[in-house]
C-alpha cells in the first residue's frame, strides 16, 4: 500500500526544504517508495482531523494501512526499518547509524532550533545582542564536535544511512550561516547529501507545492 505524508500547504520556508517533511520525502526516495501528499494548510493542522494524526498539531504525518505516524526522525526510523537502503545489515553498523539518528535530532537539532527561534522571533528584544553569542556558541561546539568527528569521511559512520539523512537536513537549517561555513568537511558533508539523486527528487517535489502555490 503506497503511504500518504502530509506537508505544508503554504510553506514558511518558502521551498527551500526546510520544512521537516523534506526527511521524509527524501528518506522514501532513498528506498524507491511511492508516496502521496496530502497538503493541509495551518488551520486544518489543528483541528481535531490532523491532530488525532499528530496531536501537537504539526507535520508530518504518515498513514500506510491502519498505521499512523509523526515525528520525522520516527518516520524515517519507521521506513529505514521497512525497506533496504537506509540502514545497515550488520547489526551493530544498524545500532550505530540509528544512534547518529538520535544524535542529528537531539543533541545537534536542538541548539541550531533554539538559535533559529531567536534570530526569528526575538530580535527586538533589548536582551536580544546579549544572547545571540551565547546560542552561536552552543551550536559552534555542536559543529566543532561533529567536524572533528567526521573529519575526511564521506559519511559518518561507512556508508549512507539514515543517519547522515538526518544529519544533513540538520545542518541544512544553518542556510550557510557563517557556523557552518567555519566547517569546510561539514560544508562539504552536506553537499554530499544535496547531490544525491533521490535527495534532488525529493526536494523538486517539495519545491513544486510552494511554487504552484504561490
Given at each position: 500500500?503506497?503511504?500518504t505524508i502530509t506537508a505544508f500547504e503554504r510553506s514558511p520556508d518558502r521551498g527551500r526544504g526546510l520544512a521537516r517533511d523534506m526527511r521524509v520525502?527524501?528518506?522514501?526516495?532513498?528506498?524507491?517508495?511511492?508516496?502521496?501528499?496530502?497538503?493541509?494548510?495551518?488551520?486544518?493542522?489543528?483541528?481535531?482531523?490532523?491532530?488525532?494524526?499528530?496531536?501537537?498539531?504539526?507535520?508530518?504525518?504518515?498513514?500506510?494501512?491502519?498505521?499512523?505516524?509523526?515525528?520525522?526522525?520516527?518516520?524515517?526510523?519507521?521506513?529505514?526499518?521497512?525497506?533496504?537502503?537506509?540502514?545497515?545489515?550488520?547489526?551493530?553498523?544498524?545500532?550505530?547509524?540509528?544512534?547518529?539518528?538520535?544524535?542529528?535530532?537531539?543533541?545537534?537539532?536542538?541548539?541550531?532550533?533554539?538559535?533559529?527561534?531567536?534570530?526569528?522571533?526575538?530580535?527586538?528584544?533589548?536582551?536580544?545582542?546579549?544572547?545571540?553569542?551565547?546560542?552561536?556558541?552552543?551550536?559552534?561546539?555542536?559543529?566543532?564536535?561533529?567536524?572533528?568527528?567526521?573529519?575526511?569521511?564521506?559519511?559518518?559512520?561507512?556508508?549512507?544511512?539514515?543517519?547522515?539523512?538526518?544529519?544533513?537536513?540538520?545542518?541544512?537549517?544553518?542556510?550557510?550561516?557563517?557556523?557552518?561555513?567555519?566547517?569546510?568537511?561539514?560544508?562539504?558533508?552536506?553537499?554530499?547529501?544535496?547531490?544525491?539523486?533521490?535527495?534532488?527528487?525529493?526536494?523538486?517535489?517539495?519545491?513544486?507545492?510552494?511554487?504552484?502555490?504561490?
Open positions: 500500500m503506497k503511504p520525502r527524501w528518506a522514501l526516495e532513498e528506498v524507491g517508495q511511492p508516496y502521496d501528499v496530502r497538503l493541509v494548510s495551518f488551520q486544518a493542522m489543528k483541528e481535531p482531523a490532523h491532530r488525532a494524526l499528530h496531536p501537537f498539531g504539526q507535520i508530518p504525518t504518515y498513514e500506510e494501512g491502519g498505521l499512523a505516524l509523526f515525528e520525522s526522525g520516527a518516520i524515517v526510523l519507521h521506513i529505514a526499518g521497512r525497506h533496504a537502503g537506509l540502514l545497515p545489515a550488520d547489526a551493530d553498523a544498524r545500532a550505530r547509524a540509528i544512534a547518529w539518528m538520535f544524535s542529528a535530532l537531539n543533541t545537534v537539532e536542538s541548539p541550531i532550533v533554539e538559535r533559529e527561534a531567536a534570530l526569528l522571533l526575538e530580535r527586538d528584544k533589548p536582551w536580544a545582542a546579549q544572547r545571540q553569542p551565547i546560542l552561536d556558541e552552543r551550536v559552534g561546539v555542536r559543529l566543532r564536535e561533529l567536524s572533528s568527528r567526521l573529519g575526511e569521511a564521506d559519511w559518518l559512520d561507512g556508508a549512507f544511512s539514515a543517519g547522515d539523512l538526518l544529519m544533513v537536513t540538520v545542518l541544512r537549517r544553518l542556510g550557510g550561516s557563517h557556523l557552518l561555513d567555519a566547517h569546510s568537511n561539514l560544508c562539504a558533508y552536506v553537499a554530499r547529501g544535496e547531490a544525491r539523486p533521490a535527495y534532488q527528487r525529493a526536494f523538486a517535489a517539495q519545491l513544486a507545492v510552494f511554487t504552484g502555490a504561490a
